[in-house]
């Protein structure tokens, strides 16, 4: 009986191991990956809850909920941020603070203190439970001595110093009487004052409540403030995000970066434009960004605040010239950019279900994947009588079930079932369900991706692939024997073959014959990725915590 009591709390002790120490499960992210150059991958979020700000000689930095955000005021641009691509444990930034001394950029982050190198730019993560802290205790003031030490202040009230970046704390030291600390904290300086905020139209600034209000009657906090030696106060607000106040007119100029939310789950070109957008579980809350990526400032879309767009939970999108498509979870909304109208259609507009999981255009249709079959819709009649005719495809092969995804290769389009692969001729108006070959495709496909006269799909089982014109099937390594895990999208080019899943992201290097996977330690802010988009030498991922471009076909690295 002894033996096993002894096993019982051996399990039960490792139980709670689990349980109080989830960082475990994941192999924890030490600091940037020297693998890859600064640049190689960069994430932005949303960086429009800002919790603190620090003023340094050339930059103004602002701990958001999406990493570090960077503003240069002499070239008053944003420049990129600091996040989990970067090699900052977790993005998540309760304060940022910068050391004259040294040129060592700190800050507060979930998991512990980070610190990066001026010269080597390279990220250090130390965590709080190796450094000595309390169970949920956390850093909540970081100072700089004139004798070096880095200083600070825990919740629970608890002091502590450490030389430079040895990340060795020694507990309970205080600065002496000698000793001077530039001291960063989550609370601004009560000097100098806070003016009266000159807001643009459509905002109000309350003084005594220290908010500003939209038309919408929507409060957003200031939560942070400094002044530079420029004459110029740094706004930091929750929810609104940045803002530069002349204090000699006392004008509030906002400063838009990043995303309006941090789930991507579709994006799309328009022009130079890209939009994304994501279901962020939060129905009545969401919203989508339409943004020239580091050349001009993002603008926020808010469906709830447009007639015509039924829901703001955003699954898919497919773009012509004039129309631009958004698939919901609640409808197919269509935008007439020629007259700036927003239009919803359900199933009183015979689509076969309003939750929408996938859209693809050629030159004639706009093809919709729903939770229970699937529709076409014809586009080339849209401008002359603007018909919005939609037809159900195989009622009875395909009425009730999930579509997953759609891949068009010429007169036909692929399409991903929760039963297999179903093979439609778009010029007969006819399809079967795809039953040849050694791998099993009688199955649900997750994704499925063509390029030229190969077919790649995923499953639960794995990732296969054929020649629709020599009926050959890739043998391994190409085939994946192998789970990816649940895949949400697939894309396929002459150099790669690429698969997002929530266990990352697959690429299967065709010259190289073999799998790469890449995941948080890599730049991934996530570990799933929902969505991706191919731009010659660089891929967009979408992820739950941003958008991510990665440059994966650098010259001067071998993955």
Not at 425 to 444: A, I, K, L, M, W
Request: net charge negative; hydrophobic share 40%.
């Amino acid at each position: 009986m002894r033996p096993r009591n002894n096993t019982t709390a051996l399990f039960i002790l490792l139980l709670l191991a689990a349980v109080t120490l989830p960082g475990l499960a994941e192999e924890r992210l030490r600091g940037t990956n020297r693998h890859y150059r600064e640049g190689d991958w960069t994430t932005w979020s949303s960086l429009r809850h800002i919790r603190q700000l620090c003023v340094a000689p050339d930059r103004i930095y602002f701990a958001t909920t999406g990493g570090i955000g960077c503003y240069n005021p002499l070239s008053q641009r944003w420049e990129t941020p600091q996040t989990v691509s970067s090699g900052l444990a977790s993005a998540d930034i309760d304060l940022v603070a910068f050391d004259e001394n040294s040129g060592f950029l700190w800050c507060v982050q979930q998991e512990g203190l980070s610190y990066l190198g001026p010269a080597s730019r390279i990220w250090t993560n130390l965590f709080y439970d190796e450094l000595g802290f309390h169970f949920e205790e956390r850093a909540v003031a970081l100072g700089f001595g004139s004798d070096h030490f880095l200083y600070g202040i825990t919740s629970a009230g608890r002091a502590f110093a450490s030389y430079g970046t040895s990340g060795s704390l020694e507990w309970d030291r205080s600065p002496g009487a000698e000793v001077t600390v530039q001291w960063y904290r989550r609370t601004a300086a009560p000097e100098p004052p806070l003016p009266h905020l000159f807001v643009p139209p459509g905002y109000f600034y309350d003084d005594q409540a220290r908010a500003i209000t939209d038309l919408h009657n929507r409060r957003f906090p200031l939560t942070f403030w400094q002044q530079d030696s420029w004459n110029s106060l740094w706004v930091a607000t929750w929810g609104l995000g940045a803002a530069r106040v002349d204090l000699l007119t006392g004008r509030y100029q906002p400063l838009p970066y990043g995303l309006w939310d941090d789930a991507v789950a579709a994006m799309a070109w328009d022009q130079e434009t890209l939009w994304v957008g994501g279901d962020q579980n939060l129905q009545g809350f969401g919203g989508m960004t339409r943004w020239q990526v580091d050349r001009s400032d993002p603008e926020f879309i808010e469906p709830r605040y447009l007639t015509g767009f039924g829901d703001d939970r955003i699954t898919a999108m497919a773009f012509d010239s004039r129309y631009l498509w958004f698939g919901t979870r609640n409808g197919l909304t269509r935008y007439d950019q020629q007259h700036d109208s927003w239009r919803t259609l359900g199933q009183a507009e015979h689509l076969p279900d309003a939750r929408i999981t996938h859209l693809c255009m050629d030159q004639e249709y706009l093809w919709i994947a729903t939770a229970s079959g699937l529709a076409r819709l014809r586009t080339f009649a849209l401008g002359k009588k603007d018909s919005l005719a939609i037809d159900q495809i195989d009622l009875r092969r395909l009425g009730s079930l999930r579509i997953s995804f759609l891949a068009p290769q010429g007169d036909t389009l692929w399409v991903g079932t929760e039963t297999g692969l179903y093979d439609y001729n778009t010029r007969t108006d006819s399809g079967f369900f795809y039953s040849e070959g050694f791998f099993p495709v009688q199955q649900p496909i997750d994704a499925v991706a063509c390029w030229g006269d190969e077919v790649w799909f995923g499953t639960a089982a794995g990732i296969a692939g054929f020649n629709t014109r020599t009926g050959t099937w890739f043998a391994p390594p190409a085939q994946r024997l192998e789970s990816a895990g649940t895949i949400h999208w697939m894309e396929a080019d002459e150099a790669s073959v690429w698969v997002a899943s929530n266990q990352g992201v697959l690429r299967y290097d065709r010259a190289g014959l073999r799998w790469i996977q890449y995941g948080r330690e890599d730049g991934l802010p996530d570990p799933e990725v929902l969505t991706l988009m191919r731009e010659g030498d660089h891929i967009w991922f979408g992820t739950p915590r941003g958008l991510t471009l990665f440059y994966w076909n650098a010259p001067y690295r071998i993955d």
